[in-house]
């Protein structure tokens, strides 16, 4: 017998074995708390570059940085082991070409070529995404970007180049944080769990994509290769199913997951500027793109990173 947050007793049977009882666990009814496992740990003393936290589990602007010069090894190997600790960094006033932000990216891992369908920006390692009147924003829901692919980006490095007078913002969510945050039992319940990515039926270049790429499996808790850190791995966007589950149970618990990264909580966020550049690990996070610009222009450029297979 279970008792409803009124008081009144509930005789509703055992969950079976493919199924979960979120209604027990998904809206808190007092306020949350804010407890995330990496919160505590003692931040890495930078040396050569200038690091400002953003909130206090997620994002931070780096200052004093030419991104069109070298950099030195030092320097680089700060900007990564900031990239670990923060997982989403902003540099401002930064006017870069194609092939200089592919450069630049390269201080975090190799890039990409060839998107299955976004547009080149000029560079293979560069893709476009523009928006306007005739081509409204779609990034506007909570993801991981290509999450459909057996070895998902590690990253990505994303540059403001034509942005909108008001809105076009940008936020990410710390999914470590928000694994951190989930119940013993929930977590427990989803440990061994695996779900099915894909790219969701769409016309045109999308849907095209989607004939030739299979759906992949990826576990629902992943473990980040070099911080160790376990984080929450299913998205709104590419996340289809989770394995072993019935329809209803697996759409249940992928609701659920995938909620809570809309706790402000594990979030960051960026207004952007002509020339503003954001790195972030892909592993580590989700981002929503906010479409309230529409009719206005907005022209960003991304460069993707080499990943590998989610464990």
Not at 90 to 96: A, H, P, S
Not at 97 to 126: I, M, N, Y
Not at 155 to 163: I, P, T, Y
Request: charged residues 20%; contains cysteine.
């Amino acid at each position: 017998m279970t008792t409803t947050p009124s008081g009144s007793a509930s005789t509703a049977a055992a969950p079976g074995a493919d199924e979960f009882p979120v209604h027990t666990v998904s809206m808190p009814l007092a306020p949350r708390k804010f407890r995330p496992g990496g919160a505590g740990s003692t931040p890495h003393m930078y040396g050569h570059i200038r690091l400002t936290p953003q909130t206090r589990v997620i994002g931070a602007q780096v200052d004093g940085l030419d991104l069109t010069a070298p950099l030195d090894a030092a320097t680089r190997a700060e900007l990564r082991q900031a990239l670990l600790e923060r997982k989403v960094l902003f540099f401002r006033g930064q006017q870069l070409t194609a092939t200089q932000q592919r450069e630049f990216a390269s201080v975090f891992g190799t890039p990409e070529r060839d998107h299955p369908f976004l547009p080149s920006a000029g560079d293979p390692h560069v893709v476009r995404l523009a928006h306007d009147a005739q081509n409204p924003g779609t990034e506007n829901i909570w993801h991981s970007d290509m999450t459909f692919s057996p070895q998902p980006p590690l990253g990505s490095v994303l540059r403001a180049v034509e942005v909108p007078a008001t809105g076009g913002d940008t936020l990410w969510a710390d999914m470590a944080a928000a694994y951190d945050g989930l119940s013993d039992t929930v977590r427990r319940r989803i440990a061994d769990l695996r779900a099915v990515h894909e790219i969701p039926q769409a016309p045109g270049d999308v849907g095209a994509a989607r004939a030739r790429l299979r759906p992949v499996e990826h576990p629902v808790v992943r473990t980040h290769p070099e911080t160790g850190r376990q984080l929450l791995y299913v998205n709104r966007v590419f996340t289809s199913r989770i394995v072993g589950l019935s329809p209803q149970a697996s759409r249940e618990l992928l609701d659920f997951l995938t909620r809570q990264a809309d706790y402000p909580e594990y979030q960051v966020r960026l207004h952007w500027e002509p020339g503003t550049v954001a790195v972030w690990d892909n592993r580590a996070t989700q981002h929503y793109a906010v479409c309230d610009y529409f009719p206005d222009h907005r022209v960003m450029e991304r460069v993707t990173l080499v990943g590998d297979r989610p464990a």
